[in-house]
């Protein structure tokens, strides 16, 4: 009875055991990452015998189990790749790559104040229209503005006398973009200074 017991509970006797599952795991770039970049290298790892790799149908360079393919080209806008894996034994594994591609910088425009603009209060209402494929930052005069629906609007801080506004936009890519304009704040009222006559003068002349 102790040998047959032996016999069932020991997987090395009389039970073959499977080879593990071979893994390709991406490591460069992270999924959904937005490149400004119109070509992109893919690496990564395989755990198993890998014989050759490839992304897109080109052709990458294998060392040990790690790999590399370069230059795997991009559009604008969302890509998929996807790649393929093969080892010693003919099998092929595939892991697919989602990535963003943005060539074009964020377009800005500035609605108010108007270029050359004379106010009479110490604060400006800034206002315009932002235009990108991905999320874009921006500020303006160094402060961070929240832009909603392409749109921004902030009240900016100014100075007795000449003021410029510069509003810088950078989207996903990295890609800056920036309009500026100049203003001028006269919040002094006039004065009116009476040369002649000399205040306290008696004169005959009729007014």
Known sequence: MLIVWLLLSSPLIGYPTT?????????????????GVAAVSVSGIYEGDLFSVSCNDHEGVV??????????????????LLVKATDAGGKISEAPLDLVCDLTPPRVKLLDPKAGAVLGVFRA??????????????????????????????????????????????????????????????ATAPRILIGQPVSGTVTRQNA
């Open 63 to 80: 060392f040990g189990s790690k790999f590399v393919v370069e230059d795997v080209p991009l559009k604008e806008g969302p890509n998929h």
């Open 125 to 186: 209402r800034v206002s315009g229209t932002i235009t990108d494929a991905t999320a874009v930052t921006m500020r303006v005069n160094g402060m961070p503005v929240d832009v909603q629906a392409g749109r921004f609007e902030v009240d900016v801080p100014l100075l007795e006398g000449g003021n410029s506004i510069r509003v810088e936009a950078v989207d996903a890519a990295g890609h800056v973009s920036e309009a500026r304009t100049e203003v001028t704040v006269d």
């Open 19 to 35: 080879a593990p599952e071979a893994v390709l795991k991406l490591e460069q770039p992270a999924a959904n990452a937005v490149l």
